[in-house]
């Protein structure tokens, strides 16, 4: 158990509505980063961070955004959804001492 | 289960033989390289590592090789048991870069 939290783990919104998953880590570690997982796409990154209020745009960033106002949580948010954006989501932090990254159990969206 | 799509690569075992599942990676500047581990419903977990200063590594069960001169890596789990079953990751990196790029995966079936 890597101390990952997200949430909500499942949900259901309309296209344009605005949408915001939450990542917790109780490891305290540096890094976080969202990635979103597709059939024939693998996992693609979105944003990660860096720091407190440090992030960088990951290959899918169009239509995302980030923040991290503290150490524990990393907020994925979708101003506007769009059906494209249906995907399961995952959180992840890595190790402090080696390059691997421990993972959430993911959020599924669905947007109708 | 939220992670596996529907066209992934598959790879399909008897219980008790030995899979190797490959990997092409992409970028000849990667130095560090993970497989991962991800069952249906959950989030990626991690098996095993290996730098590029090494062709090989072995850990409880799984073996990874690394091929340098034509970007190939592969996993190598001997005597495979039905929890072995999931969706197999490669995943590559600059140490340093802190981004991980992601293979499409292959689904691994354990035949009773």
């Known amino acids: 158990d890597a101390g990952i939290t997200q949430s909500p783990r499942h949900k259901v919104t309309e296209t344009g509505t605005p949408v915001t998953l939450r990542c917790h880590q109780t490891?305290?570690?540096?890094?976080m980063y969202w990635y979103r997982q597709d059939p024939g796409h693998g996992l693609r990154l979105i944003h990660y961070?860096?720091?407190?209020?440090?992030?960088d745009k990951g290959e899918v960033s169009d239509g995302y955004s980030v923040s991290r106002s503290k150490t524990e949580d990393f907020l994925l948010t979708l101003e506007s959804a769009t059906s494209s954006q249906t995907s399961v989501y995952f959180c992840a932090i890595q190790g402090v001492s080696t390059g691997e990254l421990f993972f959430g159990e993911g959020s599924r969206l669905t947007v109708l | 289960g939220e992670s596996v799509g529907l066209h992934l690569p598959t790879l399909s075992v008897q219980e008790g033989d030995n899979s190797i599942i490959n990997c092409a990676y992409s970028n000849s500047a990667s130095d560090y390289f993970i497989w991962y581990k991800q069952e249906s419903g959950k989030g990626p977990q991690f098996i095993i590592d290996?730098?590029?200063?090494?062709d090989k590594r072995q850990g409880q069960r799984v073996t990874v090789l690394l091929n340098k001169t034509v970007k190939h890596l592969s996993l190598q789990i001997a005597a495979t048991q039905p929890g072995d079953s999931a969706v197999y990751f490669c995943a590559e990196t600059i140490q340093g870069a802190q981004k991980l790029v992601f293979g499409q995966g292959t689904r691994l079936t354990i035949n009773p």
């Open positions: 490891e305290n570690h540096r890094y």
């Open positions: 290996i730098r590029s200063n090494m």
């Open positions: 961070s860096y720091g407190v209020k440090d992030t």
